[in-house]
């Protein structure tokens, strides 16, 4: 998925542990998103931003943050991990207006023990 | 919020039967409708996007959905299934005035020798 890069690929943290999962894009892109996705429950948007600086709670923010400092990247933090946010993480961003669609990264799972 | 009902999560086929994945979303405006598809371990692709250029949309590897707004629905279709259709299948809407993408819960095709 050329043009959206999410670091780690994997992680197992422990229950009160933090951490940061990072998104790049390379497309210039104004809208970026957050979801996790969990069996079942398809994908659930938890942050989203329209532009630098920019931020809006999505379905399931609780137990999040995130961080816009730049067009090209947009992070999603874990301040204190609880088993309940063990998931798929997966960031996307919009190409464009109108019905552009979203083009997604090749996702984050996380496993909180 | 939009909602995004897709029914059954498990469809199962044989090779070269019809593919048929149910999508019906909730809003009085018909949205901006989208069809993804993710292969194990992988990020969602997209499969078509509805345009109001026409009711039937044609996506990639042969599939096609119809828009029918009086039973607001966007269903998924393929004539004849092949092995490597076997995948998960979501459908995603947004309306007009958000830049929020909803998705639904998703249905895993299988398709059988």
């Known amino acids: 998925n050329a043009g959206v890069t999410q670091t780690p690929k994997f992680q197992v943290l422990k229950t009160g542990q933090s951490m940061t999962l990072q998104c790049a894009q390379d497309m210039n892109h104004n809208s970026m998103y957050w979801y996790r996705q969990d069996p079942g429950m398809g994908l659930r948007l938890i942050y989203y931003s329209a532009s630098e600086g920019t931020t809006d709670k999505g379905e399931v923010p609780n137990g999040y943050n995130v961080s816009r400092l730049n067009k090209r990247e947009f992070s999603l933090r874990l301040e204190s991990a609880a088993p309940s946010q063990t998931s798929v993480y997966f960031c996307?961003?919009?190409?464009?207006?109108?019905?552009?669609?979203?083009?997604f990264g090749n996702g984050t799972r996380l496993t909180v023990t | 919020a939009q909602s995004v009902t897709q029914l059954g999560s498990h469809v199962s086929v044989s090779e070269g039967a019809l593919v048929l994945l149910r999508c019906n979303y909730s809003?009085?405006?018909?949205?901006?409708l989208f069809w993804y598809v993710q292969y194990p371990n992988q990020g969602l692709q997209l499969l078509l996007k509805y345009t109001s250029a026409a009711t039937l949309v044609k996506g990639i590897n042969g599939f096609e959905a119809e828009f029918k707004k009086s039973e607001t629905s966007f269903h998924l279709t393929k004539p004849s299934a092949h092995m490597s259709d076997a995948a998960e299948y979501f459908c995603?809407?947004?309306?007009?005035?958000?830049?929020?993408?909803?998705f639904g819960s998703g249905t895993k095709l299988n398709v059988k020798p």
């Open positions: 996307a961003i919009r190409q464009g207006e109108g019905n552009s669609p979203l083009h």
């Open positions: 995603a809407v947004r309306t007009y005035n958000f830049n929020k993408f909803y």
């Open positions: 809003s009085s405006v018909p949205p901006y």
